[in-house]
């Protein structure tokens, strides 16, 4: 891999992350659909597979939530209602996108000036309310200096109007929030270590491999998420989101002649990973192949993709569809590798390319059809030894969300 990787692994995560995961993400474990779709793993499986982490969830809400009647603000921005799965690829909860942007803030160990934090925090929701998830395709880049401008802003943003008012409510408690999230700090990081115990041997596996920059390497470039430039910054282990991977690039430090880089890696993501490679061609992931390339308007983006790599807004304009739309439908190609992503340093912007390793497995896996079990066999052993020699060979790095 060219340039330079600094990448420091923390020896824990974020616990106001895992709060607020713990809180709002209900779904993630009891969802019907995660439980019931194709796979090689059967319902049984799924639900032993979930044992600790519904374990550390119920644990960690137990304890939390007397203490989150302490703190008035932060309870008003936890969902009573869980999120659908699918909506989350497009929309994050505004207190869990808060807490990405202000994590540096948060951690710090002396608290910045009323002027540094007002102008981080105006910073911060630029940030959540320019991104291309949310606003519709012809809203411009908004700067955040007031109320009025959140507002502005929220005009052409696509979440949801409870978002919305809260987003609105957020801005407007901002301070008192702060204050809030400091003081919770210390109480989550001690019950979440405590809770820790019911994932225990999941997190050691994770942070084992989190400290082998091939393995880190290795995973990011297998599922599509590469970056050409230098990364320097810290990987934080994931509890509650353990089946997803964030990236933030924050900004070109000159100093250190890279860029400054903040990775959340699900505790799951390798095994998840070598799971989906060695069932590689099992007839249920044939099946689900098929079935994302079967919606006419995914195969418009398929068409659109092979053509050049696009970013989401020049996708929904030119499909004359809403962003929430089309990432709905990028969502599905990436959860069956058909498509990959790009962060570019230019604007940050997320640009989608083709993957044309997935789509030719797709292919693949028709024409095992026609094979003896034993053949197939052979074949799926060939293609874990391939993709293992490519995967040392590559020479990028990328950045997205699983």
């Given at each position: 891999m060219s340039g330079q990787w600094n990448m420091t692994v923390r020896p824990e995560p974020f616990w106001l992350e895992e709060v607020f995961a713990c809180m709002n993400y209900v779904h993630m474990l009891d969802s019907e659909e995660w439980l019931n779709e194709n796979g090689s793993w059967s319902r049984r499986q799924k639900e032993e597979f979930l044992v600790p982490y519904r374990s550390y969830r119920g644990a960690m809400r137990a304890r939390l939530q007397p203490i989150l009647e302490q703190y008035s603000l932060l309870g008003?921005?936890?969902?009573?209602?869980?999120r659908e799965r699918e909506s989350l690829r497009s929309y994050e909860p505004p207190m869990m996108s808060f807490l990405k942007q202000m994590q540096s803030v948060l951690e710090a160990e002396e608290h910045p000036s009323e002027e540094e934090l007002e102008k981080t925090l105006n910073e911060a929701f630029q940030r959540m309310l320019d991104s291309d998830l949310q606003k519709s395709p012809d809203a411009g880049e908004p700067v955040i200096r007031g109320l009025s401008d959140v507002m502005a802003a929220l005009e052409g943003w696509e979440g949801s109007d409870a978002d919305k008012f809260k987003l609105l409510r957020l801005y407007s408690e901002r301070r008192e929030v702060m204050e809030q999230l400091w003081s919770l700090q210390g109480p989550a990081g001690e019950i979440g270590r405590d809770c820790l115990r019911y994932v225990q041997e999941?997190?050691?596996?994770?942070?084992?491999?989190?400290?082998?920059?091939?393995?880190?390497?290795?995973?990011?470039?297998a599922v599509g998420l590469n970056c050409g430039e230098n990364s320097i910054g810290q990987i934080t282990p994931a509890v509650m989101l353990y089946d997803q991977i964030m990236v933030q690039i924050r900004e070109f430090d000159r100093s250190a002649g890279a860029f400054q880089t903040n990775l959340h890696l699900g505790l799951e993501t390798f095994y998840?990973?070598?799971?989906?490679?060695?069932?590689?061609?099992?007839?249920?992931r044939l099946l689900a192949g098929l079935k994302a390339l079967s919606d006419p308007t995914r195969l418009k983006i398929l068409h659109l993709l092979v053509e050049r790599p696009c970013y989401l807004q020049e996708m929904a304009k030119e499909l004359e569809l809403t962003p929430a739309t089309v990432l709905h439908h990028l969502g599905l190609l990436m959860s069956q590798a058909l498509i990959e992503i790009q962060v570019t340093t230019e604007k940050k912007k997320v640009y989608y390319r083709v993957n044309r390793q997935g789509l030719e497995e797709v292919s693949q896996g028709i024409l095992q059809l026609e094979l003896t079990r034993e053949e197939r066999e052979e074949q799926v052993q060939e293609?874990?030894?391939?993709?293992?020699?490519?995967?040392?060979?590559?020479?990028?790095f990328q950045t997205w969300t699983m």
């Open positions: 008003g921005y936890v969902d009573s209602v869980p999941r997190y050691d596996a994770c942070m084992e491999k989190l400290r082998k920059q091939e393995e880190v390497e290795s995973l990011l470039n998840l990973y070598q799971s989906r490679q060695e069932d590689l061609f099992n007839d249920e293609e874990l030894r391939k993709q293992s020699r490519n995967a040392h060979a590559g020479e990028h």
